[in-house]
C-alpha cells in the first residue's frame, strides 16, 4: 500500500515562498507519475503541477512561480511555491499514479496524501 505524506504547508504574506514536500512509502516511488492538486473552500480541486520521467507540467495560473521537483532516492516530491498571492490559498494535496497519461486529472491518481494547508494574507 503506497502512503504519501505532505508537510511544509503554513502561512505566509502575500509575495512569498513556501516549499511543500511529499514522502512516499510503501511502493516503487521512481516508476511513478507524481502530481500536486489544490483545493479552495468552496471550489473543486484543480491541478497544480506534475512530473514524470524527466517532464513537468504545470497550471496556467502557476506556471512561473510554482517549480515542481523529486528526490528517488529520498522517494520525495517538492513543490516550490513563489510570488505567493491570496488565491493561491488552498489545501494541497500531493498524489501518485502508475503511468503517465492523464495527469492533469484528479481521477487518474491511486494514492493521495492528507493534504496540508497554504495560506497567503494580504
Known amino acids: 500500500q503506497v502512503q504519501l505524506v505532505e508537510s511544509g504547508g503554513g502561512l505566509v504574506q502575500a509575495g512569498g515562498s513556501l516549499r511543500l514536500s511529499c514522502v512516499a512509502s510503501g511502493g516503487a516511488f521512481s516508476l511513478y507519475t507524481m502530481g500536486w492538486f489544490r483545493q479552495a473552500p468552496g471550489k473543486e480541486r484543480e491541478f497544480v503541477a506534475a512530473?514524470?520521467?524527466?517532464?513537468?507540467y504545470y497550471a496556467d495560473s502557476v506556471k512561473g512561480r510554482f517549480t515542481i521537483s523529486r528526490d528517488n532516492a529520498k522517494n520525495t516530491v517538492y513543490l516550490q511555491m513563489d510570488s505567493l498571492n491570496i488565491e493561491d490559498t488552498a489545501v494541497y494535496y500531493c498524489a501518485g499514479k502508475v503511468g503517465g497519461s492523464s495527469l492533469l486529472y484528479d481521477h487518474a491518481y491511486a494514492y493521495w496524501g492528507q493534504g496540508t494547508q497554504v495560506t497567503v494574507s494580504s
Open positions: 512530473i514524470k520521467y524527466g517532464g513537468t
